[in-house]
Structures are given as structure tokens and as C-alpha cells.
């Protein structure tokens, strides 16, 4: 399938080749307004200066079927894990819903593919994690591993570990939006929810744990049962710059998508 090129409208090259993999994927074109979204959303991220940090990252809505949703955006496409999602759990809105005991992907990013000093990870959540440790993204505990999930004694904030020995809780609020961490130094890592980015938190980084980042899983204690519309991993990047993106984003499909 070919992606139509408007003589009045013209597509970022990696927006364009995102779009007609998704349309291939889904067997028929998406809308033109839901192309334009993605197209906006992927010249802000290169305008913002945050785009190359994004190494793994998918768009869990917009596409028409579960099967172009796991199209990557960015990186290698994630494994879903004993093929447990299924169509039921996919909404073009508001994302893929997790159940909270089975069903995760793997992002078949490796932890320690990003430095030590420099990584982010994020998701979106349109409903919330209410299970403590149930992780949005993450991997098994270790040393030098990453994990990004509500805390277990207040799931109402954001707690985990980027590249460090111990997880800490953060101040950062679990609520519906972006929730994410970024590590840029070695004393700590700044969180985001709610809408707001904390000051960094004390957490001295370690060597970077070999194993793939899961979404949707990553402590043994248990799997979300959020609803995620997008996830990223990478290098680096501005936290609240990728948080208006991905929401101006989802907001556009809320309106643009039937």
C-alpha cells in the first residue's frame, strides 16, 4: 500500500513512513486528520529538539487494528508477549488496556542500550495504574535496572528506579497523561505526572542491568492494569516538551479519529 502525498500537504519523511507502515499493517489508510496528527507530532518532536533521543516507542492508538498499533514509531517493534492482547483490549482512542496479570509487551529495548547518565522512559497513561509496583515500564529488579510504576504504600505517586542499585518514591502524581522519568546525571533522575516535572531526585545511577524494558510489566509483584495510547525509551530528553507533544497528540485523536 502506498501513501498518498497531497500536492497541498507534504509528510515528514519519518512521519510518512510511520503512516503507510501502520496502513499496511491495518490493511486500509487511516483518516486524513489522524495522518496530519501524527505528522504534527513527529515535526514537534524534531522542532523541540527531542526526536533522536526516542530510540523505542510506539503509538498504542490511532491505528485501526491492535496489528498497527504495535507498528514502532521508533526502534524495533515489541513482542506481544504469548500473543495475550487481543483486539477487545485495543481502543483507536485511548490506547491498549492491560489485565493486571497476564498480559505485557516486551519493547525489545535493551536496558543498557542507552547510557548510564542519559535515559528516559515514559507512557501514557488515558487510565490510570491503581496496583503499587504495577509497573507502566520496566524490568526485573537489579542492580542498574529501570522501573517506572505507581508506589506501593501510595499508589497516588510515581515511584521506581532509572539505571540505579534501589527504587525511591517521588512526588510526582500518578494521574491520567505522561508519567515518566529522565535521568541526565549521575545523582538523580526528575519524574513527571500530573503535569508537572519534579526537581531531581536523589538517586545515584549504577551500571546499566542487561535485559529488555517491558510495558505494561517489569516487577515480579505485579502487571498494570492501566490503559496506555504511547511509550518511549531512550536518551535523554525534556520531559514537559515530550509531555505536550504526546497530548496535544491524543487529544487530536479524540476529535479526529469516529
Not at 524495533?76 to 482512542?93: C, E, I, M, Q, W
Not at 501514557?124 to 509496583?133: D, E, I, Q
Not at 502487571?223 to 518511549?232: D, E, I, P, V
Amino acid at each position: 500500500m502506498s501513501l498518498f502525498i497531497s500536492s497541498v500537504f507534504t509528510y515528514d519523511e519519518d512521519a510518512g513512513n510511520y503512516i503507510q507502515a501502520v496502513e499496511t499493517a491495518d490493511a486500509q489508510a487511516l483518516e486524513p486528520a489522524t495522518r496530519k496528527a501524527i505528522n504534527n507530532f513527529v515535526i514537534g518532536c524534531k522542532q523541540d529538539g527531542i526526536w533522536t533521543a526516542i530510540k523505542a516507542s510506539c503509538i498504542l492508538a490511532g491505528a485501526r487494528t491492535l496489528t498497527g498499533a504495535l507498528v514502532p514509531l521508533v526502534g524495533t517493534a515489541p513482542t506481544n508477549v504469548d500473543g495475550l492482547f487481543d483486539s477487545g483490549d485495543y481502543n483507536r482512542k485511548t490506547g491498549l488496556i492491560g489485565d493486571g496479570s497476564t498480559k505485557s509487551l516486551d519493547s525489545n529495548r535493551n536496558n543498557n542500550a542507552d547510557p548510564q547518565n542519559s535515559k528516559h522512559v515514559s507512557a501514557y497513561a488515558t487510565t490510570v495504574s491503581s496496583v503499587g509496583n504495577a509497573c507502566y515500564v520496566g524490568m526485573p529488579a537489579a542492580t542498574g535496572s529501570t522501573h517506572l510504576a505507581p508506589t506501593v504504600g501510595n499508589v497516588a505517586i510515581l515511584g521506581g528506579r532509572i539505571n540505579s542499585a534501589s527504587g525511591i518514591g517521588t512526588s510526582a502524581a500518578n494521574t491520567a497523561g505522561l508519567v515518566a522519568f529522565n535521568r541526565s546525571t549521575s545523582t538523580g533522575f526528575v519524574a513527571r505526572g500530573g503535569g508537572s516535572t519534579t526537581a531531581e531526585v536523589a538517586n545515584t545511577s549504577a551500571t546499566p542491568a542487561s535485559g529488555n524494558i517491558l510495558v505494561f510489566d517489569g516487577l515480579a509483584e505485579g502487571l498494570s492494569g492501566a490503559r496506555l495510547a504511547f511509550y518511549s525509551i531512550g536518551e535523554s530528553l525534556n520531559l514537559a516538551l515530550l509531555d505536550a507533544r504526546v497530548t496535544d497528540l491524543i487529544n487530536a485523536f479524540a476529535v479526529t479519529i469516529p
